[in-house]
């Protein structure tokens, strides 16, 4: 009897840190921040236009951030993005880029720059529509 008293209270203390550790799970945070473009132009990088701060190549799902926000968002980190649009509105409408991509954060942005990131895209025409929008960047995994 005493057995089966210790066992009873055993388990409902296991399934009580259960229960509290899953309590504890964290949702993943999410910034909102002002967001630009970029393409591989020497004039708007540096003399090695398709290599990031990270050794990587250029590539769709490659993003910068300003180095104020690489103790949030380091090198490796995997992240989300929503568009929220501009003063102007537009809300949404480059989710169809971010639909279905992981963002690996693989470069920096120019020491000037802070609060920001910049989302590398494939030709110059798409980067000046993209323009200056506001995101929602929603952290998946933080990197190294």
């Known amino acids: 009897m005493v057995?089966?008293?210790?066992?009873?209270?055993f388990f409902w203390w296991i399934?009580?840190?259960?229960?509290?550790?899953?309590?504890?799970?964290?949702?993943?945070?999410a910034y909102i921040l002002t967001a630009t473009a970029y393409t591989?132009?020497?004039?708007?990088?540096?003399?090695?236009?398709?290599?990031?701060a990270t050794g990587a190549r250029t590539r769709v799902g490659i993003i910068a951030v300003s180095r104020d926000?690489?103790?949030l968002l380091p090198y490796g980190s995997k992240v989300r993005l929503?568009?929220?649009?501009?003063v102007r509105g537009g809300r949404g409408q480059f989710n169809y880029l971010f639909r279905?991509?992981?963002?690996?954060?693989?470069?920096?942005?120019?020491?000037?720059?802070?609060?920001?990131?910049?989302?590398?895209?494939?030709?110059?025409?798409t980067a000046f529509r993209f323009g200056v929008r506001t995101v929602r960047v929603t952290v998946l995994q933080v990197g190294r």
């Open 3 to 9: 057995r089966r008293l210790i066992a009873v209270r």
């Open 15 to 29: 399934l009580g840190l259960v229960i509290v550790n899953a309590g504890l799970a964290q949702a993943p945070r």
């Open 40 to 52: 591989s132009s020497v004039r708007e990088t540096d003399p090695t236009p398709r290599i990031t």
């Open 69 to 71: 926000l690489l103790g």
């Open 82 to 86: 929503e568009d929220l649009g501009t």
């Open 100 to 125: 279905d991509t992981v963002f690996v954060v693989e470069d920096t942005m120019h020491p000037r720059q802070r609060g920001r990131i910049d989302v590398w895209l494939p030709d110059r025409s």
